[in-house]
């Protein structure tokens, strides 16, 4: 790696566009509505965009 000019940087804890106060917002919604929905389940969802490079198996 040196030969070529790179170098290793350990990887952070925090994300760079972590926002504490949103954070915070968030957690009191979250805790909010896990109180008033019951027993119904509580999804979470990513966006991700499907792969366009599908394989036929």
């Given at each position: 790696m040196h030969q070529y000019d790179f170098s290793y940087k350990q990887p952070k804890g925090v994300p760079p566009?972590?926002?504490?106060?949103?954070?915070?917002?968030?957690?009191?919604?979250?805790?909010?509505l896990k109180e008033n929905v019951g027993d119904e389940p509580i999804y979470f969802m990513d966006v991700t965009h499907p792969s366009q490079a599908t394989k036929v198996t």
């Open positions: 566009k972590f926002d504490e106060d949103k954070q915070a917002k968030f957690i009191k919604a979250y805790e909010a």
